[in-house]
């Protein structure tokens, strides 16, 4: 370690080796987030709130108006970006500084002021789709013709228009309308049922400790090396669903039958088209996520195998997916050695993309160490005339590292969208939004599969590595594959019995996960305990997210084998974040080389895999 390190080191450093958690005035300001870059007090803060409240009102004035010219279609929309983007520096300063300590209640109540005012707005102008989509056909088009300024739309109109085929009459649409709080009823209860009422029981440690099971605690003791513990809590947490699965099945039935009440009420083909249509995804996107994960399940199996072998087992276990192969190295990472490997890392990226990640780093976009009541977890957050900004709970560990590689994905990835495009298309999809920090991941992993020689190092991130490749690609293709089944059974006028629902798990396990793994009866019920479920065909952006991130790292890292000047990879995935929402996510992706409606990236990445496997094997 360098003097430069030691010196850089923090009292919440310090404090961190003594066991306590330092309160955030112990924390140096470098290793805060600057967020009076938003506002430079929280009395400037309200005083924009203020000025903005009444404007809020304001815009309902053009109830009824915008669609009598260009001009005064232009001057809503200019309105209305003025009004939201103070509106998002607003709420995202007030809810950063709430999680700077959330035992401060001063900040608390501003977060749900903005809350409030955001409420207000939506409501405010709730009118301005619906009078788009009552224009005469071809309304827009000739404004967009006669108004140059109001031209930049275009792609934001077509999407409001394209959905006019789907829009029912005034009073359809009522009631629809008023139908919005039936539709959460199933979710709603299910998420009540399963953090508040169930109750999970009591388990030994390996300390010998009684532990209450919690889904929060069972990730933990999932990884236990001790497997009477991860039986135990498997057991528990399963056993307990199973109690409750006739109430689990009929609402999951329900909330199946509500996608298919308004895919049918919206003239939607089926309940799948309906939930691609706003991504604008044609249905072989989610059969090839399916179809490469079924075809390549075999790879799979291969690491299920080695698994069992590796861990010295008769039997492999869904308990034993989550206990490490190797132990993760041991040893505190400076936060500044940590923002030395990501940059380096990086590099592939670009000299453009470093000069701004350095200036992530420079400029306290990073709230960077744990303090008394400071939000957990990490992320990447702002809004468009802010810093892309960053929470961390940064710990000195290996995984921390990939942690600031991932939210720095985000954040650049924001920081480019927003400088690039217009306000109207500055945000991304969340069909895009994991796959900037996924490939930074993946850049790490290959930068430190390279740079470090000791072993146990290779083989801990060669695991974290199938790990996310099972848990992200296979598992959540799992999970689209199930709900796609339960779907077609309800279209077919089928029951969804909880006994029907286990027997496909079961059958779902066995195809994916292959004969080395026993498919325990607990291991049937895990379908109740999973709550994407309730917002159907949501998990399948998982893979394609994964799928184009590996196919962008694969594209960057192969700029090492070529000449210097041939910067066409890095362009390319430059042009990827520098394009927001200003076309159709897959068209985006498409443009810089990726194509999701193609088999190729899905197979790329399990054959990357699949080799990734065979390298591991040769560690032992």
């Excluded at 009866?521 to 994964?546: C, N, Q």
Aim: proline letters at 3%.
């Amino acid at each position: 370690m360098t003097d430069r390190h030691i010196s850089q080191f923090s009292s919440a450093e310090n404090s961190s080796k003594t066991g306590a958690v330092p309160e955030r005035a112990e924390i140096e300001e470098k290793y805060k987030w600057n967020l009076e870059n938003i506002y430079p007090s929280l009395g400037e803060w309200e005083k924009a709130f203020s000025e903005l409240s009444a404007q809020v009102g304001e815009i309902a004035k053009f109830a009824g108006t915008i669609g009598g010219s260009a001009a005064s279609l232009l001057s809503f929309l200019r309105q209305e970006e003025s009004i939201s983007k103070e509106l998002g520096r607003l709420y995202v300063y007030a809810n950063m500084k709430s999680h700077e300590d959330l035992r401060v209640s001063i900040y608390q109540e501003a977060s749900d002021k903005a809350e409030s005012l955001m409420t207000r707005y939506s409501a405010a102008t709730s009118f301005f789709q619906p009078e788009i989509l009552a224009l005469p056909d071809g309304q827009i088009d000739k404004y967009l013709k006669e108004n140059e300024e109001l031209r930049v739309y275009e792609f934001f109109f077509s999407e409001i228009l394209r959905e006019k085929e789907h829009i029912l009459s005034a009073r359809e649409e009522e009631l629809l309308a008023r139908t919005h709080d039936l539709s959460n009823v199933a979710q709603n209860a299910f998420t009540m049922l399963t953090d508040a009422d169930i109750k999970f029981p009591v388990i030994k440690d390996e300390n010998g400790e009684s532990v209450e099971l919690t889904e929060e605690r069972y990730y933990k003791l999932s990884k236990s090396p001790s497997r009477e513990v991860r039986r135990a809590a498997f057991e528990g947490i399963h056993s307990t669903y199973a109690i409750y699965k006739n109430s689990i099945g009929a609402l999951y039935a329900g909330s199946v039958k509500g996608d298919l009440f308004y895919a049918t009420a919206r003239k939607y083909k089926n309940a799948l088209a309906s939930a691609l249509f706003s991504d604008n995804i044609p249905q072989s996107v989610y059969d090839n996520v399916v179809g490469a994960a079924i075809d390549n399940a075999p790879f799979l199996h291969k690491y299920m195998s080695l698994r069992k072998r590796l861990l010295g087992l008769d039997e492999l276990h869904f308990y034993d997916l989550n206990v490490p192969l190797s132990e993760e190295p041991g040893g505190d990472i400076p936060y500044e050695e940590a923002v030395d490997i990501v940059t380096e890392a990086l590099s592939p990226l670009g000299g453009d993309y470093i000069e701004n990640l350095k200036r992530g780093f420079a400029e306290r976009w990073i709230d960077v160490y744990e303090n008394q009541g400071k939000r957990k977890g990490a992320y990447s957050w702002g809004s468009y005339g802010t810093r892309p900004y960053v929470l961390l709970n940064y710990n000195g560990t290996l995984r921390d590292v990939f942690t600031i590689a991932h939210e720095m994905g985000h954040s650049l990835h924001s920081w480019y969208s927003h400088l690039s495009q217009p306000q109207v298309y500055a945000d991304y999809t969340i069909l895009l939004a994991e796959v900037a920090s996924t490939t930074n991941e993946s850049l790490l992993l290959e930068y430190l599969l390279r740079t470090r020689s000791a072993e146990n190092e290779k083989k801990w991130l060669l695991t974290y590595y199938f790990d996310m490749v099972r848990t992200t690609f296979y598992r959540q293709a799992m999970f689209a594959d199930y709900e796609r089944e339960t779907h077609a059974r309800a279209e077919s006028g089928e029951a969804l019995s909880p006994a029907w629902l286990g027997a496909l798990w079961g059958e779902l396990c066995a195809k994916y996960y292959g004969t080395s793994l026993v498919i325990d009866d607990s291991l049937r019920m895990e379908w109740a305990r999973i709550p994407h479920f309730y917002t159907a065909f949501y998990v399948y952006k998982y893979v394609t997210g994964f799928t184009a991130a590996g196919a962008f790292a694969a594209s960057l890292l192969n700029l090492q084998d070529i000449a210097p000047q041939d910067d066409s990879a890095q362009q390319r995935y430059l042009t990827f974040l520098k394009s927001g929402s200003s076309n159709f996510s897959l068209d985006i992706l498409q443009k810089a080389g990726v194509d999701l409606q193609s088999r190729t990236p899905f197979e790329a990445t399990l054959k990357a895999f699949e080799k990734k496997l065979k390298d591991f094997e040769n560690l032992f």
